[in-house]
């Protein structure tokens, strides 16, 4: 190990005998004139430089920006040598002392001396180049221009829409370019939309007019403000286009809208199915008032948390977005055994006696609570994996999220897997023997407790499950159950006690119901406070719910 | 060992209390020890608001302990030196407002402590006002808050209004904070944000901005489902120049971003409560670059500030808190905090622990914080400290982009909403009607 006074001495003599940087083209002096220009403390001076990096049209000056965007770029000043622009980012540890890994300011490649070790300075011999807000803006606007060739279409996307959102008209030209050059058809919409937003700040009404039409055709939801004002000022020729425009896109969006609550709504059911359907095996199926679901699911979602850990600690970066995989079986484990040892033992000795159950699983789940407090602190993060991140977007606006997606393809296996279970198996057919009649059931040989215990892990583990899945929206915290205890009570009472398509179809009402209510009263407040309306009226109507047992299992 | 560096804090206190403090630590050895005094901490430690209300007291307790490792409270009496140990009494309201009331109660006329440390939402605030006033207590409330209150009771080492909310909206305004055209305000439904959002539209009422570019929404306590809402601002945003002022509180924050990143969304989002602690449960990559206004972050780059972060850190897994490597401080914390030490001194200066004795003594009294000198004003019980606009960082804390020049004095009502209301407890009693003949 080289002690950093050894190091640095060594390091600029190097930079003098030998090109430091490996296989980059040597920069243009221009470029590297207006790099240096960047280290002031004048923001004007400096946006200067920044626009004129952005015309060099270089791009290795992209990493040079984002490194002065997030202040990583330094100037540093070797002990004895010429004072030289480099981006610092990663640190590293030479003697016990912290030091940090150099990359060039031009390209962003690591500084190699000539035997190919990596060059690093202390934070002393580092001088950060600091910008204001003003400046990281004009970043903002160079750095979309250069994504606009980016290869990751995505990428190309995000910066037209940017561009058109700054409202920077000198970006008109790039835009052109980028359109005709575009070979994804979404993305070329987006820049056709951006480049036409642009233009209605031209100054002949020819352009405006043709830009008009165009973002008519593309029923640009962000020509909408941009219109509006225009209309304040325009020649009663263009009024006359504007206004249909106008028309034309409201309509779409209000198409747009209807279409997403369609979408939310199917997405909150898929969620309620998922919180409810283990409730409607241990309160549908057994009869059981468990008060403690909700902290099945807490354990479900607190398992997962765990798993993610394990996997930032033992498993390469790489395969860290299968945690999630892992996780879900492993709360279901989790889940599963708490349950278990909750019904053998308290519940067990409660059968048939539902106020008393009702009150020990509510002491039950206070204790669970607590004690996740006691361990996990109040605050843990589940980060969604990246495959789970961001969403897709099926028309323009409305853009659908993976973890969504995820979780109703996530309920529908597990309503398929409980209807194999308990209809077409013949563990299924046991419990539902026992749950029809316990001492006929017993006298033809079956074991009831462990039927019993059984049934009432699996409910549990269903739990568990969900509590996995809804970390992908919402946060892990000791009383996460409480948020959804109630919901999974009223989707099973709602949909008929004992019944999987109630609850199923209960659930995807309510979501439905909800999500229009909430639409219609435009307001989340009185959407909540309507549904509950909504469902105290039908259990009025109905008291056994949407599917009320039938037959001869009814008096029991 | 990490005393050394709180010495360091303390340098830079006002001769006066410097000279106090001194004296009796010289003192010590010889002076008569005093019986102890009793301080409540009345934070939820279970129940919705323990997230936020169990590091209070943790940083309570530190400042406690900090404070009785050097000696305890120290003043002069009848010519007689006495120190006296603080001797914590920690209740539990277990976020129950009602039960907030009965434990402030149990606490002043049961344990009889000399002062209370405590609250965060402002309904508990309420809840327990006319305790503290009915039996003349003494509370200290470090949580920024809607204003529009003016108890002699209550000492607000927290933000007011024109602490917080005010100058977040104007830096957004203004060309370096983006030019903002829009406001979206969204807000958990309780007094806190609908009480904030109307001041905020009086504001940019008078700012000009017109109606049709400000939307209010509320939702639920525990709100889960954002779609709609993520949706809806969505629509709003189109054309850009548009920010989200969240009032969102407690655990809905996690759902909403999360939300807010996977549909696509871009506006940027400024968040009254979100602080550092907050973020630690947070999957931050998707919060990166939103704004926050805060008077206090764990970045302010001071010595004195590294060594209460770094104090806090080591407390925290000295005593074997949860997850106490990841611990993080932020603004109500250092509120919390620096209350403890405010209320130390005025005790020293009034040489008793009579309340109304102290709350004298605390009239413009001055503190060297962590985040540099905070000041109590010299008549409306709140608190001078400077106003900081912080972006989220990945790594969960914040980089401070605009600073107040210098303290910003507290104004419990609103310019914007009383222009004619006033709050003084030396000229008049509390609130008053400024153009009154």
């Known amino acids: 190990m080289r002690s950093s006074r050894q190091l640095s001495p060594l390091a600029v003599f190097l930079l003098f005998v ?200 593309l029923r640009s939801a962000d020509a909408v403000p941009r219109l509006e004002e225009l209309r304040k000022t325009a020649s009663p020729q263009l009024q006359a286009v504007i206004l249909p425009t106008l028309d034309h896109i409201r309509w779409w969006q209000k198409v747009n809208r209807l279409l997403y609550a369609v979408f939310s709504g199917l997405s909150l059911g898929s969620i309620l199915v998922l919180m409810s359907l283990g409730l409607a095996i241990t309160f549908g199926v057994m009869g059981v008032i468990n008060m403690a679901h909700g902290e099945l699911m807490m354990i479900g979602a607190y398992a997962t948390f765990i798993t993610q850990n394990w996997f930032l600690a033992h498993v390469p970066a790489q395969a860290f977005g299968f945690y999630f995989l892992a996780a879900i079986p492993l709360s279901f484990v989790a889940a599963g055994a708490a349950g278990y040892v909750l019904e053998r033992g308290v519940i067990r000795f409660l059968y048939g006696r539902p106020l008393e159950t009702l009150l020990a699983t509510w002491g039950v789940s206070l204790i669970l609570i607590q004690a996740a407090r006691f361990w996990f602190g109040d605050l843990t993060a589940v980060a969604a994996p990246s495959w789970l991140s961001g969403g897709i977007e099926v028309i323009a606006g409305v853009q659908l999220p993976y973890n969504r997606l995820f979780i109703i393809a996530f309920t529908m ?144 | ?120 939402t402002s309904v508990s605030r309420k809840s327990v006002l006319p305790v503290f006033e009915g039996n003349n207590g003494l509370l200290f409330y470090p949580v920024q808050y809607e204003g529009e209150e003016c108890s002699d009771a209550v000492f607000y080492t927290g933000a007011a209004p024109n602490q917080q909310a005010i100058p977040a909206v104007e830096y957004l305004m203004s060309e370096e904070g983006g030019g903002v055209k829009k406001f979206y305000l969204l807000g958990t439904d309780y007094v806190y944000p609908r009480t904030t959002n109307k001041i905020l539209r009086a504001m940019l009422k008078a700012k000009g901005v017109p109606e049709e570019n400000i939307r209010e929404e509320y939702t639920p306590f525990h709100h889960q489902d954002y779609q709609q809402i993520v949706q809806k601002i969505k629509e709003f945003s189109a054309g850009g120049k548009t920010a989200v002022i969240s009032t969102i509180n407690g655990d809905s924050n996690v759902p909403f971003y999360k939300e807010f990143a996977n549909q696509g969304l871009t506006a940027s ?61 932020d603004d109500p914390m250092e509120a919390s905090y620096f209350g403890v030490y405010l209320w130390k001194q005025a005790v020293e200066k009034a040489g008793t622990t009579d309340v109304d004795a102290v709350r004298k003594a605390l009239y413009g009294m001055e503190f060297a914080a962590p985040s540099g000198t905070v000041k109590i004003d010299e008549r409306n019980h709140h608190t001078w400290r400077p106003v900081l606009v912080g972006e989220i960082k990945k790594d969960g804390q914040f980089k401070i982009i605009h600073r107040s020049k210098g303290l910003v004095k507290p104004e419990p009502w609103s310019e914007y909403t009383s222009p004619d209301k006033g709050c003084d407890w030396v000229d008049h009693k509390g609130t008053y009607e400024k153009n009154a003949k």
């Open chain 1, 18 to 217: 030998t090109p430091a940087v490996r296989a980059q083209t040597a920069p243009p002096p221009a470029v590297v004139q207006q790099i240096d220009a960047l280290a002031t403390d004048d923001g004007t001076a400096q946006r200067a430089a920044v626009a004129a990096l952005g015309e060099s049209g270089d791009r290795n000056v992209i990493p040079t920006l984002e490194a002065l965007r997030e202040e990583s770029l330094y100037v540093w000043t070797p002990p004895n040598g010429t004072r030289r622009m480099v981006i610092a980012r990663d640190k590293t540890t030479v003697d016990d002392h912290e030091q940090y890994l150099l990359q060039d300011a031009y390209g962003g490649a690591r500084l190699h001396q000539a035997d190919g070790s990596e060059i690093s300075a202390p934070a002393e011999e580092l001088q950060e180049v600091s910008v204001d807000r003003r400046v990281r803006t004009a970043i903002q606007v160079v750095l979309e221009r250069f994504k606009l060739l980016d290869s990751d279409p995505v990428v190309r996307r995000a910066a037209a829409k940017n561009l058109a959102d700054k409202g920077d008209i000198i970006a008109l030209e790039a835009l052109a370019k980028a359109q005709a050059a575009e070979p994804d058809p979404a993305a070329r919409t987006v820049i056709d939309e951006a480049y036409n937003l642009l233009k209605l700040s031209a100054p002949s009404d020819q352009d405006k007019l043709a830009a008009i039409s165009r973002l008519g055709v």
């Open chain 2, 1 to 120: 060992m990490k005393i050394y560096q709180v010495g360091a804090v303390r340098r830079t206190v006002a001769t006066a209390v410097i000279g106090t403090v001194v004296l009796c630590m010289a003192a010590r050895g010889m002076a008569d020890d005093g019986a102890p005094i009793k301080v409540g901490i009345l934070h939820s430690l279970s129940g919705t608001m323990a997230i936020s209300e169990v590091s209070l007291r943790d940083v309570d307790l530190m400042a406690i302990d900090e404070i009785n490792a050097k000696g305890g409270v120290c003043f002069t009496k009848e010519g007689k030196k006495t120190c006296h140990k603080i001797e914590p009494v920690v209740v539990d309201p277990a976020s129950n407002w009602d039960l907030f009331a009965e434990k402030a109660k149990q606490l002043l006329l049961q344990d009889k402590v000399a002062i209370v440390f405590g609250c965060w």
């Open chain 1, 413 to 556: 296996l597990c309503v398929a897997g409980v209807y194999l279970l308990l209809l077409r198996s013949s563990a299924g057919l046991r419990i539902r023997a026992v749950m029809q009649n316990r001492a006929m059931s017993a006298s033809m040989g079956i074991a009831t407790n462990r039927v019993d215990a059984f049934t009432f892990a699996l409910g549990s583990g269903l739990a568990g499950m969900a509590g996995c899945a809804l970390t992908l929206i919402g946060n892990v915290e000791p009383d996460l159950g409480q948020n959804y205890i109630v919901d999974a009570f009223i989707v099973v009472v709602t949909g008929g006690v004992g019944k999987l398509v109630g609850t199923v179809a209960a659930a995807l009402g309510i979501g439905w119901l909800n999500t229009f209510l909430e639409l219609v009263t435009d307001s989340a407040v009185m959407g909540k406070v309507l549904i509950l309306v909504f469902v105290i009226l039908f259990l009025q109507r109905r008291p056994s719910g949407l599917f009320p047992p039938t037959g001869r299992a009814v008096e029991y």
């Open chain 2, 269 to 329: 989002d400024v968040a009254f409560s979100v602080a550092e602690d907050e973020l630690r449960g947070m999957d931050t990559s998707a919060l990166v670059g939103h704004l926050a206004t805060w008077n206090y972050y764990e970045s302010v780059d001071t010595p004195a500030n590294k060594a209460f972060a770094a104090h806090f850190k080591e407390y925290a897994k000295k005593h074997n808190l949860p997850d106490a490597e990841h611990r993080v401080v």
